[in-house]
């Protein structure tokens, strides 16, 4: 195993696409709360979209050699950008400022998990976001029957605010946190 952390520009982000299908379809596997609402996710309706309504973003790749193993995508966005169609993700008077910090996508193929992957990029997500002194909150989302990441989340310090959707996602968050 011969693994480096690559961070991308926003052109860049086509090399997360297949880790971004993964995602969506690991998360489907998983859910058992109206698994369906997968069948419209996918790097075109999911990561484009997030990317482009951000005000700032941050994306990681994890390579072993020259293949994409997993990728993390970070970003700091106008917390109006979580009302939305499809749902409202938080009370939006819950959060003070004007913008929030999000884990939003993470994902590592199952071979290359338990060996510090998933805190690696866990950490250099959080360093990047607590470089911004506007945001004051931080969510991530979790979508049911994902337990694994659900725990790793608390582990790191996370909470767990509420479901939304019926409990389709669960939503943790955290005021500044310091990486562990």
């Known amino acids: 195993m011969d693994l480096n952390y690559e961070i991308l520009t ?55 050699g020259d293949e994409v193993v997993g990728y993390v995508y970070s970003n700091i966005s106008p917390k109006e950008v979580y009302s939305n169609e499809f749902a409202t993700f938080f009370d939006l008077s819950s959060v003070h400022g004007t913008v929030v910090g999000c884990l939003s996508q993470f994902y590592i193929k199952e071979d290359y998990r338990q060996y510090g992957v998933g805190s690696t990029l866990f950490n250099m997500s959080m360093n990047w976001l607590s470089q911004f002194d506007m945001v004051e909150d931080y969510f991530i989302y979790v979508s049911n029957g994902n337990d694994n990441a659900l725990e790793f989340y608390k582990r790191k310090g996370f909470k767990v605010s509420h479901d939304i959707l019926d409990g389709f996602i669960t939503v943790l968050r955290s005021k500044k946190v310091s990486p562990k």
């Open 10 to 64: 926003e052109e860049k982000i086509e090399l997360c696409r297949d880790g971004c299908n993964e995602l969506m379809a690991f998360q489907k596997s998983k859910a058992y709360i109206t698994p369906e609402l997968f069948d419209s996710m996918n790097f075109e309706t999911r990561l484009v979209p997030s990317v482009e309504k951000a005000l700032y973003n941050y994306i990681v790749v994890v390579k072993d």
